[in-house]
């Protein structure tokens, strides 16, 4: 590739280019037999309709970081990517789409319904694969996996037969959530819990055979319809004469019992209660225990169904309203009051869902969940950070079996075939040809599919050929890390250890790190409603994705969640195009020096990159002892940091040391050697700058790896590479520190600093050079700054540097700055012009107090202050506090200069 390099760092450009080029050429392409440690991830399965959000920007960055550092430490690394079928939500956008054609699914039949499924994944499934690609993530491609592939779903049938050979799986009749709108089953985790304003009604049962009436209130009154009995405590005084009596059921002519349990709440209501054994959950089991039949009064859409009586066909909020009416004509109703209460919502579609007693697929979770409990106390699985450890646990030790069947079309249909004659249910792995028990062959396959997450709960050997012991599950199971969000530690992470142990026998991965989450400025979760979200590839197109991965990596601190804010990412672009910069004043200048006759090819041999740093007849200079020691430290602390999952960590010292110690300081000191006669030293100089710029290129490729790939095939050492991903990481070399050269160039750093202060504060012309004064506490602080005094003068533009002894060196006519190393003084008569300054400063200090008295005024409104938001105000309190220092400042400086025209004008210079 040639040297050139366009003048601006266009990530658009390079980016595209360089996320085809990897995928074309299978460069994160996993090979089992390949040497190395292993280092294995699969990846959170998105779901077929998602597109990425700002969650799996995050997300993906962070596993792709891992899997490139540890790529490039010669792991035999494998980051396998994939997507979920997504049970519910798939059905739900085909069905919509197909209703939007006028097709009704129903009417379509399962088959071909399946069928037009299959056709929307093929057209549209691919979506978030392909912005994986676009965002150059480091996966095999050659192993993406889909949960209903066909030799995933025959490893859903090998697990779903096991476990019901096992006696963990059976069918039951329970109550589940039922959601209207879905017309399925949805688990006890997708159910939202929300406090609404409802009503309580309050309706007579008449006692039969007496005048009297027994009052229960109930909050859905359309549940009466099917009720078998009325609850009271044993103990409660106002009802145990009741005891044994029925009562005649309101509006459906059914005599029903009262019976006792100590289960009834004495204080809610009237103390008695309603049981509907088959549309309440305490009900049904209330229900088991005194022998009252279900009767299930509603249909799968949430209508009425024909036990319903009248009501049958109705809606059921319209019979709620019906119910109510009819029963306040019968006057029994007895009266109506407010009550909040908490109400089951469907997760996706916001139905509120209907508890409902049906047949249901359960596995059995309490003998799955004690090894897991196990694993993760004995260290084995390792949860980080931490917190979340007890959170599993306390998950864990109160598991409820798990509902796993689905009234849905997409989905891994279960292995169940029922015998029409007998009854007999034959659970196989192929349709059986006939009834085991009876023979006949009038078999049915059970309708249901299994939970989207049953399959995902497989994942991680699912994808690597279990069962069968492929080379792939030998090599990478279990797998090395999961890096997941906390909203599916249970769904996901939890039924993973389960199912991974009981069939493998091992653990499926040996970490769980549990990301943080990233939110709005406001510190909500982003809300595309509210406008505060943000879509991840919009962002990327403007400022590039090294830009966004970056941004992100600076924020993401282990269980600390992310505040999000644009001006975030300018600073991360800034970043990327000072090494841009950086790399093109480089390419620059080294295509000048070799056209000189010299050449840096050599670098591109291993054995002399291996001899860096390069020395200048056997000397090494401070410089270079310098940033040889500050790259290996950076090394040190970015390894040990990416091995904590510190991520922001790692991004921070980077920034560091490739913005201010190499762009800021080892390029700037080394620009006159660059362009010496001096050609053995000028050589070295340029040896050394490639060889600590390509280390460098390496230290941040994990984190931005366009920008450095598009660079590092420009770099003299790199002629023949494929790419800086299978480039090494720097190790921490130990024999690069040099703390004697860290603290003696801080020591030249602070000199330059103190000059540029000081020049910055007298508001020096930027061109013009002037002289210092220089006292050193120590001898060796003075020898070395005289060392080094070219670089000080052209650095600090000064003139001359001159060392004096500290009695001589005063504040008269001059400005001081102090270390406890040093004290430096530049003189007021050094190309200043006090005169114009002064006036300057004048005008100034008006300025600055009209801008104060305004922002006080502003704050001491007290109808500013109610009606501006808190940010606002506290904003402008803090402006006001920052310049209210820089006025103290400025009249600090006002008043020397005051002092020295006074001096000047008197001709006196004692009285300072
Ligand atoms: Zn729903
Ligand atoms: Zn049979």
Redesign the pocket.
């Known amino acids: 590739m040639s040297r050139d390099i366009p003048k601006a760092y266009e990530p658009q450009q390079i980016e595209p280019r360089w996320a085809r080029a990897w995928v074309e050429q299978q460069l994160f392409r996993a090979e089992a037999k390949a040497p190395g440690p292993v280092f294995s991830m699969v990846i959170p399965p998105p779901n077929v309709t998602g597109s990425l959000h700002i969650g799996h920007m995050l997300e993906h960055t962070e596993i792709d970081i891992l899997t490139r550092w540890h790529r490039m430490r010669g792991y035999n690394t494998l980051y396998l990517p994939g997507t979920d079928h997504a049970g519910i939500s798939t059905q739900r956008v085909v069905v919509r789409m197909l209703a939007a054609q006028g097709i009704d699914y129903h009417k379509l039949g399962r088959e071909e319904f399946e069928k037009r499924v299959w056709k929307w994944k093929q057209e549209y499934g691919g979506t978030i694969t392909e912005q994986m690609r676009q965002i150059g993530e480091s996966c095999d491609w050659s192993r993406e996996r889909f949960t209903l592939s066909p030799e995933l779903s025959r490893v859903v049938m090998e697990v779903f037969v096991r476990l019901y050979e096992d006696g963990l799986i059976y069918r039951g009749h329970y109550i589940v959530n039922w959601c209207p709108q879905c017309q399925t089953t949805i688990s006890d985790l997708e159910t939202i819990h929300e406090e609404r304003r409802g009503n309580l009604w309050f309706v007579r049962y008449p006692v039969v055979g007496t005048p009297e009436y027994v009052v229960v209130a109930t909050t859905r009154p359309e549940t009466m319809l099917g009720d078998t009995g009325v609850a009271v405590h044993p103990e409660d005084q106002r009802y145990k004469r009741l005891i044994g009596k029925r009562v005649a059921l309101p509006l459906m002519n059914r005599e029903i019992p009262v019976v006792a349990d100590t289960f009834v709440d004495r204080e809610f209501g009237t103390g008695a209660v309603k049981v509907t054994p088959a549309h309440d959950a305490n009900d049904f089991e209330l229900g088991k225990r005194h022998d009252l039949p279900e009767i299930d009064v509603m249909t799968g859409d949430g209508h009425m169904s024909a036990a319903a009586g009248k009501y049958a066909g109705l809606e059921r909020f319209e019979a709620r309203k019906r119910i109510v009416e009819d029963l306040k004509a019968q006057g029994l109703l007895e009266k109506v009051t407010e009550h909040t209460h908490a109400i089951g919502v469907c997760e996706r579609c916001k139905t509120i869902i209907e508890p409902r007693a049906s047949t249901q697929w359960f596995c059995k979770m309490k003998p799955l969940a004690e090894p897991a409990i196990a694993v993760v106390e004995q260290g084995d699985i390792r949860i980080t950070p931490e917190n979340w450890r007890e959170v599993y646990f306390n998950w864990m030790r109160n598991i409820r079996d798990w509902a796993i069947s689905r009234q849905l079309w997409w989905g891994h249909r279960i292995p169940a075939w029922h015998?029409q004659?007998?009854?007999?249910i034959v659970v196989a792995r192929e349709a059986p040809a006939k009834?085991?028990?009876?023979?006949?062959r009038k078999l049915e396959q059970d309708p249901d599919v299994l939970d989207t997450w049953f399959s995902s709960a497989l994942w991680p050997f699912s994808t690597l050929g279990w069962p069968q012991q492929t080379e792939d599950l030998r090599t990478y199971y279990p797998t090395t890390l999961l890096i997941t969000g906390y909203e599916i530690l249970f769904f996901w992470v939890a039924r993973m250890i389960m199912m991974g142990l009981k069939f493998t026998g091992k653990v499926p991965f040996r970490t769980v790190y549990i990301h943080p989450i990233v939110r709005a400025a406001d510190r909500q979760k982003m809300s595309k409603s509210k406008g505060t979200g943000i879509d991840p590839l919009d962002i990327n197109r403007k400022y590039g994705t090294d830009a966004m991965r970056f941004t992100l990596m600076m924020m993401a601190a282990p269980g600390k969640d992310l505040i999000w804010s644009e001006d975030k990412i300018e600073s991360s672009r800034n970043f990327a195009n000072k090494i841009w910069n950086a790399a093109r004043f480089l390419f620059v200048n080294l295509d000048k020096f070799e056209a000189g006759g010299a050449t840096l090819e050599q670098l591109a041999s291993p054995e002399v990159r291996a001899a860096a740093p390069f020395r200048v007849r056997g000397e090494l200079p401070l410089v270079e002892r310098w940033i040889f020691s500050r790259a290996a430290r950076t090394a040190a602390q970015m390894n040990d940091a990416l091995a904590e999952y510190r991520f922001h960590e790692a991004a921070h010292v980077v920034y560091h040391f490739v913005w201010r110690d190499f762009c800021d300081w080892y390029i700037e000191w080394q620009k006159p050697l660059l362009t010496s006669s001096d050609r053995e030293a000028a050589t070295a100089a340029w040896r050394n700058i490639f060889s600590v710029f390509e280390a460098a290129l390496r230290l941040l490729h994990p984190f931005m790896p366009f920008l450095t790939e598009e660079l590092w095939h420009r770099l003299p050492q790199a002629s023949t590479a494929k790419s800086i991903a299978l480039a090494e990481y720097p190790a921490p070399k130990p024999e690069w520190i040099d703390e004697e050269a860290e603290r003696q160039f801080a020591l030249l750093q602070e000199t330059i600093t103190a000059a540029r202060e000081i020049r910055a504060t007298l508001k020096i012309d930027p061109k013009r050079k002037v002289a210092a004064d220089f006292s050193a506490g120590d001898t060796h602080v003075g020898r070395l700054v005289e060392e080094h005094s070219g670089s000080i003068l052209r650095l600090a533009l000064l003139s001359e540097i001159r060392l004096i002894p500290r009695k001589q060196l005063d504040s008269k006519n001059g400005l001081i700055r102090s270390t406890s190393q040093f004290d430096m003084r530049i003189g007021y008569s050094e190309g200043v012009d006090v005169a114009g300054e002064l006036t300057k400063l004048r005008k100034e200090k008006e300025r600055m107090e009209k801008d104060l008295e305004l922002k006080r005024s502003r704050l001491s409104d007290e109808t500013f202050r109610s009606r501006a938001p808190a940010e606002i105000v506290r904003g402008l309190e803090n402006t006001l506090s920052e310049r209210s220092i820089e006025y103290q400042k400025l009249l600090e400086r006002l008043a020397q200069l005051e002092k020295t025209t006074s001096r000047s004008d008197s001709g006196s210079s004692a009285n300072v």
């Open positions: 015998c004659d007998c009854k007999e009834c085991a028990k009876c023979g006949s």
